[in-house]
């Protein structure tokens, strides 16, 4: 059966795929199928996620000794705190990322999982998939554990600070969660749900950016029949979304790095640290793991980002064959990568409510955590709502 590359639009077949393979897009190396362990065992490993989260969630996840005081937190706490510090903005965004999305996506998985198991395929089946399917880059519990690690390294010398059991759930959730693209080949699951189909005789055909599924051009502008998306021959509006978020988030970029992204209050005063003295305090007390992680997160990947996407842009409006299959592999990075940028913003949330020792110590948020986690969300959605195929269409008209 045949199968249409979401990123370049190429038209290939997959062949029978033994054990731990993986089958590639002839073009632009995007990963179509790949051999995995099964739905039944699938299901099992994502049931056990599923109970993790909810675990993490429900029991603290660490604590902080100083003076005597003991301050446990829980992953809701970074969200009672940025409420109560009147950043409903972040709060909400913090509560999706790290609470809300993870448990949604993995409850979605498992029921359409369970569906399939049982040989059921209710209407909704493809939807719930899709569902599922979109949230799993908005899910952060592994950013959330790249957060946490960073604060233990910084805390430990000056606080008595421990991982707590909601915090190794959070750990072994993050792991597994990263394990999912192995344990289960979506395109698998979108052929249990409805078969891939052939591409129409006598007509030109295109595919559903969401499930790969190939349909007759005439279908365009209806829903897909596997996965009910609506069908486009390319995103609409593709350009003009992506352009518009790209500028917002250059608008962005001044506040971000130039406030201070939280104030610690301590005996000797109150000290104010923009993402880069951030960096830099990091390098200088020799914590340089956290250091290198940081200044990663919050300066190198927002700026790859940031000009990767400009590139993109300009190279639909100036079409050249030239590196397209590098630039389509780009665009994937950097569509991957970019939720790890919410690493600093984590680690406002959580040291909030962890080190606040009135009079010892304290860590509020500062005006820069807004901006940067709008920065980081607009460009994500500007990365999802760029068409990489735009790209191809230019270049081989432009001949
Ligand atoms: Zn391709
Ligand atoms: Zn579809």
Same mark, same amino acid.
């Given at each position: 059966?045949?199968?249409?590359?979401?990123?370049?639009?190429?038209?290939?077949?997959?062949?029978?795929? $033994?054990?731990?393979?993986?089958? %590639?897009?002839?073009?632009?190396?995007?990963? @179509?199928?790949?051999?995995?362990?099964?739905?039944?065992?699938?299901?099992?490993?994502?049931?056990?996620?599923?109970?993790l989260?909810i675990a993490a969630n429900a029991v603290p996840v660490g604590?902080? +000794?100083?003076?005597?005081?003991?301050?446990i937190g829980y992953i809701a =706490?970074?969200?009672? %705190?940025?409420?109560?510090?009147?950043?409903?903005? /972040?709060?909400?965004? #913090?509560?999706?990322?790290?609470?809300?999305?993870?448990?949604?996506?993995?409850?979605?998985?498992?029921?359409?999982?369970?569906?399939?198991?049982?040989?059921?395929?209710?209407?909704?089946?493809?939807?719930?998939?899709?569902? =599922?399917?979109?949230?799993?880059?908005? =899910?952060?519990?592994?950013?959330?554990?790249?957060?946490?690690?960073?604060?233990?390294?910084?805390?430990?010398?000056?606080? &008595?600070?421990?991982?707590l059991v909601g915090g190794w759930c959070l750990?072994?959730?993050?792991?597994?969660?990263?394990?999912?693209?192995?344990?289960? !080949?979506?395109?698998?699951?979108?052929?249990?749900?409805?078969?891939?189909?052939?591409? $129409?005789?006598?007509?030109?055909?295109? *595919?559903?950016?969401?499930?790969?599924?190939?349909?007759?051009?005439? +279908?365009?502008?209806?829903?897909?029949?596997?996965?009910?998306?609506?069908?486009?021959?390319?995103?609409?509006?593709?350009? &003009?979304?992506?352009?518009?978020?790209?500028?917002?988030?250059?608008?962005?970029? #001044?506040?971000?790095?130039?406030?201070?992204? *939280?104030?610690?209050?301590?005996?000797?005063?109150?000290?104010?640290?923009?993402?880069? =003295?951030?960096?830099?305090?990091? #390098?200088?007390?020799?914590?340089?793991?956290?250091?290198?992680?940081?200044?990663?997160?919050?300066? @190198?990947?927002?700026?790859?980002?940031?000009?990767?996407? !400009?590139?993109?842009?300009? *190279?639909?409006? /100036?079409?050249?064959?030239?590196?397209?299959?590098?630039?389509?592999?780009?665009?994937?990075?950097?569509?991957?990568?970019?939720?790890?940028?919410?690493?600093?913003?984590?680690?406002?949330?959580? +040291?909030?409510?962890?080190? *606040?020792?009135?009079?010892?110590?304290?860590?509020?948020?500062?005006?820069?955590? /807004?901006?940067?986690?709008?920065?980081?969300?607009?460009? +994500?959605?500007?990365?999802? #709502?760029?068409?990489?195929?735009?790209?191809?269409?230019?270049?081989? %008209?432009?001949?």
């Amino acid at each position: 059966m045949a199968i249409a590359c979401a990123d370049c639009g190429t038209e290939q077949d997959i062949p029978f795929m $033994p054990v731990s393979t993986v089958a %590639e897009c002839v073009r632009c190396g995007r990963v @179509l199928d790949s051999a995995d362990s099964g739905i039944t065992a699938a299901l099992a490993w994502i049931t056990a996620l599923l109970f993790l989260l909810i675990a993490a969630n429900a029991v603290p996840v660490g604590e902080v +000794m100083l003076a005597g005081q003991t301050h446990i937190g829980y992953i809701a =706490s970074g969200v009672v %705190e940025l409420g109560s510090e009147d950043w409903p903005v /972040l709060s909400l965004m #913090f509560a999706l990322f790290v609470i809300v999305f993870p448990i949604v996506r993995t409850g979605t998985l498992v029921m359409v999982l369970v569906a399939i198991w049982l040989r059921r395929r209710p209407h909704w089946l493809g939807r719930l998939y899709r569902l =599922s399917q979109n949230l799993k880059l908005w =899910s952060m519990p592994d950013v959330m554990v790249l957060a946490g690690l960073v604060i233990f390294a910084r805390t430990q010398v000056q606080l &008595n600070s421990q991982v707590l059991v909601g915090g190794w759930c959070l750990v072994a959730a993050a792991f597994l969660n990263m394990l999912v693209p192995w344990l289960l !080949s979506p395109h698998h699951v979108w052929r249990k749900i409805m078969p891939d189909r052939n591409p $129409p005789q006598n007509e030109a055909a295109m *595919s559903c950016d969401a499930c790969d599924l190939i349909v007759p051009l005439s +279908m365009e502008n209806t829903p897909c029949p596997r996965c009910r998306r609506v069908l486009w021959l390319r995103k609409p509006n593709a350009l &003009n979304r992506a352009t518009a978020l790209v500028l917002a988030s250059y608008v962005l970029f #001044f506040p971000a790095y130039y406030y201070p992204m *939280s104030y610690s209050i301590q005996p000797n005063g109150v000290q104010p640290h923009t993402i880069i =003295s951030g960096v830099e305090r990091l #390098f200088s007390a020799g914590f340089w793991p956290a250091g290198i992680i940081i200044f990663s997160a919050s300066i @190198l990947i927002p700026i790859l980002k940031l000009i990767g996407l !400009s590139w993109l842009l300009i *190279s639909v409006k /100036l079409p050249t064959q030239r590196g397209l299959a590098l630039r389509t592999r780009f665009h994937r990075l950097i569509h991957g990568i970019g939720r790890w940028s919410n690493t600093d913003p984590f680690i406002v949330a959580l +040291m909030g409510p962890m080190i *606040s020792f009135p009079s010892l110590a304290n860590v509020h948020v500062g005006r820069a955590a /807004l901006p940067f986690a709008l920065i980081v969300t607009l460009t +994500m959605l500007a990365s999802r #709502f760029f068409d990489a195929r735009l790209m191809w269409d230019a270049a081989y %008209e432009h001949l």
